[in-house]
């Protein structure tokens, strides 16, 4: 049996002029970490396989963004395992999904 995790990142970056820079740090990140397969095709929105913990997945989102405008959800599939990170302006997240997480 494999140790490995299938784990979502759903993000917005706002833009600036680091804008392309944080976008490809974080898509770089998540490819680093990942064992196994990755999915991509839309965008702002990653799948990807990994055998790392949550902690260390959210850890990896949150040093590569800007946790003062930017905002990611991260969630293992298949697990009531979710956090959001950065900056959240709408509060229906947590009503939307009761176990998340503020990271």
């Given at each position: 049996?494999?140790?490995?995790?299938?784990?979502?990142?759903?993000?917005?970056?706002?833009?600036?002029?680091?804008?392309?820079?944080?976008?490809?740090?974080?898509?770089?990140?998540?490819?680093?970490?990942?064992t196994?397969?990755?999915?991509?095709?839309?965008?702002?929105?990653?799948?990807?396989?990994?055998?790392?913990?949550?902690?260390?997945?959210?850890?990896?989102?949150?040093?590569?963004?800007?946790?003062?405008?930017?905002?990611?959800?991260?969630?293992?599939?298949?697990?009531?395992?979710?956090?959001?990170?950065?900056t959240?302006?709408?509060?229906?997240?947590?009503?939307?999904?009761?176990?998340?997480?503020?990271?």
């Amino acid at each position: 049996m494999s140790d490995t995790n299938t784990y979502f990142v759903s993000f917005t970056l706002h833009s600036g002029p680091d804008y392309s820079d944080r976008y490809n740090d974080l898509i770089e990140s998540l490819q680093f970490i990942t064992t196994g397969k990755w999915w991509d095709e839309t965008t702002s929105f990653v799948l990807l396989e990994t055998d790392e913990r949550m902690a260390s997945v959210v850890d990896t989102v949150k040093n590569n963004i800007d946790l003062s405008e930017d905002v990611a959800l991260i969630g293992r599939v298949g697990f009531k395992d979710w956090s959001i990170v950065g900056t959240n302006e709408d509060e229906d997240v947590f009503a939307l999904v009761p176990f998340l997480k503020k990271r």
